[in-house]
């Protein structure tokens, strides 16, 4: 049995996989910034803090954190928002279990097909193309560093780079079936995607290597 601490954890991924890894015999914490259930736990990062009761004798952190690509308008304010929200709280998890001294057993973390730009395209990219020039990529770029700084300590760093996220109810999928009156676009566009449960499943065979 793993103690694992998962960020994000009341979104819709983070739901899903801590049903999985509970149903697994893991034991799962969370940090949110409003707690509510016996296994949450506080923090927040315009403070710096994090309740340490939650990084007690963990293994793993999974980092799912992160501000809706898709739910406001790209204002300056709404894209520091966004960058902010994956890069700070991984700086500060890394800064935590730093100073506390804690071996983790591996360190996953979410980021997305956007590091490649938000372009269509022929190309079928592999992990070694080269990042965006546009603010996804460049948000992705700055996320994945964000999360390799856990390699200094030893610690295997798991970065997965997923497309929309599709489930029966909630996400992206519940907007995709809203009636629209006008076609968007031209049609061709690309939508790369995963179910739900393939990815809780990497991220768990990320957690067993």
């Not at 890894?21 to 910034?33: G, M």
């Not at 710096?48 to 204002?75: C, F, M, Q, T």
């Not at 996400?171 to 676009?185: H, S």
Request: one cysteine or more.
């Amino acid at each position: 049995m793993a103690r694992v601490l998962i960020t994000g954890g009341t979104g819709l991924v983070g739901k899903r996989l801590t049903q999985m890894l509970i149903a697994k015999n893991h034991e799962v914490l969370i940090l949110s910034r409003n707690p509510k259930k016996k296994n949450e736990f506080r923090w927040d990062v315009s403070s710096n803090y994090v309740d340490e009761k939650a990084l007690i004798n963990i293994d793993y952190i999974i980092h799912l954190a992160g501000a809706g690509i898709a739910d406001k308008r790209w204002s300056k304010k709404r894209k520091q928002v966004i960058i902010d929200s994956r890069v700070e709280t991984a700086n500060l998890l890394f800064e935590k279990i730093t100073t506390l001294n804690i071996k983790l057993k591996g360190f996953i973390s979410a980021s997305g097909i956007g590091y490649y730009g938000a372009v269509n395209s022929q190309i079928i990219f592999e992990e070694t193309a080269k990042v965006g020039t546009d603010f996804l990529g460049n948000t992705c770029k700055k996320w994945e560093e964000a999360a390799h700084q856990f390699s200094r300590q030893n610690t295997p760093v798991t970065i997965l780079r997923t497309g929309i996220v599709l489930a029966k109810k909630g996400g992206a999928l519940e907007k995709m079936k809203t009636p629209v009156i006008t076609p968007i676009g031209s049609g061709k566009q690309y939508i790369p995607w995963i179910h739900i449960d393939d990815l809780c499943q990497s991220i768990y065979r990320s957690n067993r290597r």
